[in-house]
């Protein structure tokens, strides 16, 4: 027996902006500042390498600051 899916959020145009906003603001968070920059050195200008080591990064941080307003990782369908 399958169960249902779990409800996507949804979002006001406001509410997008203002989740936007703070995505932006972690990134500047010293903590999540020196996270990326460690990455970026560690990739070397390698793209490959950049999508191996800075993009996951990125995506955490993301992730920490949507998750309160109901999202989590595990993708749509």
């Known amino acids: ?6 409800q996507q959020p949804t979002l006001t145009v406001e509410q997008a902006r203002v989740v936007l906003s703070e995505v932006i603001q972690a990134f500047s968070v010293p903590e999540n500042a020196a996270r990326m ?7 070397c200008n390698d793209m490959g ?3 191996q080591l800075v993009l996951p990064v990125a995506t955490q941080i993301q992730q920490e600051v949507i998750k309160a307003y109901g999202f989590n990782n595990e993708g749509a369908g």
């Open 1 to 6: 027996m399958a169960s249902a899916p779990a």
């Open 37 to 43: 920059e460690e990455a970026r050195e560690s990739a």
């Open 49 to 51: 390498k950049m999508l």
